[in-house]
């Protein structure tokens, strides 16, 4: 499968009667019916780690951009209509701040090795701790609760599996913990 294509149902699964595998690109298979393929004897493959850092290249991108208020100081630069850029279109500083990981797996942890370069203070929650050599490679501070990350971080970026345990793990109450001036990164599924 490349792109969630082809759509797996019932239908296709019955024209294919010698069907073994399918092979979805990508780590995600929450958009196949595991249940519904195993009851035709077809096992499922995905490629973790493939694109692990290029995911995490794309946490940090989108901080940045987010942060530098990227997209809005593009379209005043290319607007006919811009005749000066107001005093405060860089936006926030990344360098320095604090970044709040949730899922410190490959991912994550590769986010963190390129935070530790703008010299942000890393705060990190995980089903379990990493060991301590791994904490201090890249300065992270392990928080054994959601919340106090939540309350502690400019940035937060979310980097975890899509489990029942994860799906709505941020909502309303979590989003309201957080710093009126934080920014929500969620490089997980739109689930999480």
Known sequence: MWYHKPA??????????????VASSGVG????????????????????????TDTADLGMALMLASSRRLVEG???????DTEYFPADWLGAEVSGATLGIVGMGTIG???????KAFEMKILYHNRSQRDKEEES?????????IDDLLQQSDFVLLSVNLTPQTC?????????????????INISRGKV
């Open 29 to 52: 298979i929450d958009h196949l019916d595991l249940k519904l393929l195993s009851s035709y004897g077809v096992k499922v493959s995905n490629t973790p780690f493939i694109v692990s």
């Open 137 to 145: 490679a890249v300065g992270a501070v392990y928080c054994k609760k």
């Open 8 to 21: 797996i149902h019932e239908e296709l699964l019955q024209s294919l009667p010698n069907l073994k595998v």
């Open 109 to 115: 942890y590769k986010v963190a090795e390129r935070a």
């Open 74 to 80: 593009h379209e005043m630069a290319v607007s006919p």
């Open 168 to 184: 709505k793990l941020i909502g309303k109450r979590e989003l309201e913990l957080m710093k009126p001036t934080a920014t929500l």
